[in-house]
């Protein structure tokens, strides 16, 4: 059994590293003076064929019909999880440190735990409490250098990425229930479809600074998030929730911010602080909680 679940875990790290360069790959771009939203349609239009080309060689499942009603919602939880998430984290990115952006940002467990008990009635544990306790001391610590470095930067900054964490929180919780109707990988394909051409009518409509004439790295960098940091992590993290369950890959993903941290370290030369590295520690050690009680449950 432990065999057969291998496979599936290390295609599920590999996801996980390859969403992790994300956060590298726009403070590169960042260099060459491209705007976020700029920033976004590229990775978005980039990605936008390979995920049309997916839904075009799916086979159509006739089990499962998706109603009226499932269709709306999928397009609200494409705007929130991979629009909105996107665009925050974009912003946030201009403000602080690819690495912090990380520690942030994987506060979404809990999040996921906390909008749960809300809105789908859901009890939660002690052990939980102390997870989510530990995991907001983690962010605290994470960037309080910084606040006394940056000020009112850091405070945007992590206040943008926070926002990123709570809407793609939100987009896992509420599309849960909406999963089983069309299968990962078409509703997969089918949000990030209505997230570009969200992407592209935000573009349209705030003042739109050319697409050509940047640096060829901007491109290349824009290419790259489309496919290493978006596309296909998408599809290997599908494979692996698929495989070894949702609860276990949870696990797993606490290795997101030291995955970063790493990149971080070796294409942007940020040198994190002690205090820095002992925040991430925290923020896993209540990513590992959580995790560890979902899979208890589950069992």
Same mark, same amino acid.
């Given at each position: 059994?432990?065999?057969?679940?291998?496979?599936?875990?290390?295609?599920?790290?590999?996801?996980?590293?390859?969403?992790?360069?994300?956060?590298?790959?726009?403070? *590169?771009?960042?260099?060459?003076?491209?705007?976020?939203?700029? $920033?976004?349609?590229?990775?978005?239009?980039? @990605?936008?064929?390979?995920?049309?080309?997916?839904?075009?060689? $799916?086979?159509?499942?006739?089990?499962?019909?998706?109603?009226?009603?499932?269709?709306?919602?999928?397009?609200? %939880?494409?705007?929130?999880?991979?629009?909105?998430?996107?665009?925050?984290? %974009?912003?946030?990115?201009?403000?602080?440190?690819?690495?912090?952006?990380?520690?942030?940002? %994987?506060?979404?467990?809990?999040?996921?735990?906390? $909008?749960?008990?809300?809105? *789908?009635?859901?009890?939660?544990?002690?052990?939980?409490?102390?997870?989510?306790?530990?995991?907001?001391?983690?962010?605290?610590?994470?960037?309080?250098?910084? $606040?006394?470095?940056?000020?009112?930067?850091?405070?945007?900054?992590?206040?943008?990425?926070?926002?990123?964490?709570?809407?793609?929180?939100?987009?896992?919780?509420?599309?849960?229930? *909406?999963?089983?109707?069309?299968?990962?990988?078409?509703?997969?394909?089918?949000?990030?479809?209505?997230?570009?051409?969200?992407?592209?009518?935000?573009?349209?409509?705030?003042?739109?600074?050319?697409?050509?004439?940047?640096?060829?790295?901007?491109?290349? *960098?824009?290419? @790259?998030?489309?496919?290493?940091?978006?596309?296909?992590?998408?599809?290997?993290?599908?494979?692996?929730?698929?495989?070894?369950?949702?609860?276990?890959?949870?696990?797993?993903?606490?290795?997101?911010?030291?995955?970063?941290?790493?990149?971080?370290?070796?294409?942007?030369?940020?040198?994190?602080?002690?205090?820095?590295?002992?925040?991430?520690?925290?923020?896993?050690?209540?990513?590992?909680?959580?995790?560890?009680?979902?899979?208890?449950?589950?069992?």
């Amino acid at each position: 059994m432990r065999s057969t679940k291998l496979f599936p875990a290390l295609v599920g790290i590999l996801g996980i590293v390859m969403f992790s360069s994300k956060a590298v790959m726009v403070k *590169l771009a960042y260099q060459y003076g491209v705007s976020p939203v700029n $920033l976004l349609v590229f990775r978005m239009l980039f @990605a936008l064929p390979f995920y049309i080309g997916v839904l075009f060689f $799916l086979k159509r499942d006739s089990r499962h019909k998706p109603t009226a009603k499932d269709n709306l919602w999928l397009v609200f %939880f494409g705007v929130i999880g991979y629009y909105l998430a996107s665009y925050f984290d %974009f912003v946030g990115l201009q403000y602080i440190k690819a690495s912090i952006e990380r520690v942030i940002l %994987f506060t979404y467990p809990t999040i996921v735990l906390l $909008l749960s008990v809300v809105f *789908l009635k859901r009890t939660i544990t002690n052990k939980q409490i102390v997870a989510v306790i530990l995991t907001y001391i983690g962010v605290l610590v994470a960037f309080w250098g910084d $606040l006394s470095v940056e000020g009112d930067r850091t405070v945007i900054g992590a206040g943008f990425v926070l926002l990123s964490a709570i809407t793609y929180a939100s987009y896992l919780v509420g599309s849960d229930w *909406l999963i089983p109707r069309y299968g990962v990988l078409r509703f997969t394909s089918y949000a990030m479809i209505v997230s570009c051409v969200c992407v592209l009518i935000h573009y349209a409509i705030s003042n739109p600074v050319s697409l050509l004439g940047y640096h060829p790295n901007v491109y290349g *960098l824009g290419l @790259a998030m489309a496919l290493v940091a978006t596309v296909i992590p998408s599809y290997l993290v599908s494979y692996a929730i698929g495989k070894i369950t949702a609860s276990n890959f949870a696990i797993l993903a606490g290795l997101g911010p030291i995955s970063t941290i790493v990149l971080a370290n070796a294409f942007l030369d940020e040198r994190l602080t002690g205090l820095q590295l002992a925040a991430t520690g925290i923020v896993i050690v209540g990513i590992l909680i959580i995790s560890m009680e979902k899979n208890k449950k589950a069992s």
